[in-house]
């Protein structure tokens, strides 16, 4: 495989944790704020934390962008001592190469996250593999655009940079696409919340609902498919 890793820089945010700056697409992967406190205001307590309170033994959810790995290490952490199965698709075209993942600091005094951490970048492109006998992880090698899964995901973490960098990614027919990977009920959380792409999630069936942001956004968007 001809893999196009990404070109990146590493930038410190205030939390403390590390994230990465896209020379590629001129923006950071995370908020400046805090690359940890945002994935997990976004994705873990919005996305995630409410299907943890239910009777549910089985979830399934898709990540939108896998980049640094953060949202899956937040899954597992969040998971690791809980009585349930995780089945895990994150979908990423332009991998981060080994010395940069080495680089970034989420967790690193965990030594047994931090082999996670390693062990999810390491795991082959477009394999299942059981990072942990409950966790099931594939990470599919391919353009956001293309990626169709015969699966219903309970969740899915949309977590492609910003409509300003990549408009092509928040558009109806994508959202449509996401639309028909979801369970019903189902629900795609974003840390987006501009006007256009809550339109475009909202024409192709979803229903919008705005809460609050991480830091300085002052929303962010949750699509449901009820
Ligand atoms: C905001 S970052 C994701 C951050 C990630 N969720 C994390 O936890 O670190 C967006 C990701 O989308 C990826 N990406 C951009 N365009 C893509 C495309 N057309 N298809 C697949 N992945 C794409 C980028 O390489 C980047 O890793």
Redesign the pocket.
Known sequence: MNIPF?QTSLIKTRDGSN??F?E??NTS??SLFG?IEE?KHVFIEQGLKPLLNTEQKEISII??????????LLTIREVLQKPITINYHA??????DFEKINELNYFKDDTALDALFKKIHHQEWNQTRAVLPHFNLTKHW????K?KIPIKADVI?F???SPRE?P??WTEDIFLNMYSMLKWPGKLVTYCAQGQMKRNLKSAGFIVKALPGFANKREMTIGLKV
């Not at 990540?63 to 899956?72: D, K, V, Y």
């Not at 391919?142 to 655009?145: D, N, S, V």
């Open positions: 990404h994230s990465l896209s590629q697409f992967f995370h690359a994935s990540e939108i962008g896998f980049g640094t790995g953060l949202n899956t979908v990423e075209f332009y991998p981060i391919l353009q956001i655009e990626f973490y977590d492609a940079f990549q092509e990614l």
